[in-house]
């Protein structure tokens, strides 16, 4: 069975500090793993995914996510904290990448000027 | 491209109505559609699986004749809440994804409040 765990359910950081936030997975099969954002009352936008590609993953926003299988990680990372990008986090995993997602608890990301 | 569409964003009901919300693909069709329901501060939890033309798979726990899914075509799914009760009260999230494109597209959600 598939699993996400996301340590951390609240990270603070200043603006202009690295954000990192913290994704491991359990998957019996080459996994598709993703990173989505959410805002409040709003649903969930797609930042970067991760398909057996490359494992330096580039998405929007500025934010990167490197696969790392010996540790079974997915760490989203961004050099730079905006304001803006403070929002609820969320790592997933998927069998077929288009069919069912297992989502982790969520991250709440703040800002600090 | 791969827009989502829900409806309505929030809805207010009385305790034992029938509440309906649809989930649309604007610029693409929708071979899969799926239904989450997320708490406040919690993660989102998949209630079912639908396939265009096909009955819905329900995750284990999730009641099919409490939470009717339509999938009638490629672009429309429904998801119809029978006789709401407060705990039904929750934030109703579909998303879609079709064949060849290893991503789901999430709508923006539907806040379901029973009084």
């Known amino acids: 069975a598939q699993s996400v765990t996301q340590l951390g359910s609240h990270v603070s950081v200043s603006e202009g500090a690295l954000v990192l936030l913290r994704c491991n997975y359990s998957s019996s099969v080459p996994p598709y793993l993703f990173w989505y954002v959410q805002y409040p009352n709003q649903g969930l936008q797609l930042l970067l995914k991760y398909t057996s590609a490359a494992t330096l993953v580039k998405g929007i926003n500025g934010f990167e996510a490197e696969f790392k299988k010996s540790e079974t990680s997915f760490h989203l990372t961004k050099p730079s904290a905006h304001m803006s990008d403070a929002a609820e986090y969320f790592c997933?995993?998927?069998?077929?990448?288009?069919?069912?997602?297992?989502f982790g608890q969520g991250t709440e990301l703040s800002v600090k000027p | 491209g791969a827009v989502v569409s829900q409806h309505p964003s929030r809805v207010i009901c009385k305790s034992g109505t029938s509440v309906k919300i649809e989930c649309r693909s604007l610029?693409?069709?929708?071979?899969?559609m799926f239904w989450y329901r997320q708490f406040p501060k919690q993660s989102l939890m998949l209630m079912a699986t639908s396939n265009e033309g096909s009955k819905a798979t329900y995750e284990q726990g999730v009641e099919k004749d409490k939470f009717l899914i339509n999938h009638a075509s490629l672009t429309l799914s429904t998801l119809t809440v029978t006789s709401a009760h407060p705990e039904d009260s929750s934030f109703y999230i579909c998303?879609?994804?079709?064949?060849?494109?290893?991503?789901?597209?999430f709508g923006a959600g539907t806040r379901l409040s029973v009084l």
């Open positions: 998303s879609a994804s079709f064949a060849g494109k290893n991503i789901q597209y």
């Open positions: 610029d693409f069709q929708a071979t899969t």
């Open positions: 997933a995993v998927s069998e077929t990448g288009g069919g069912k997602l297992i």
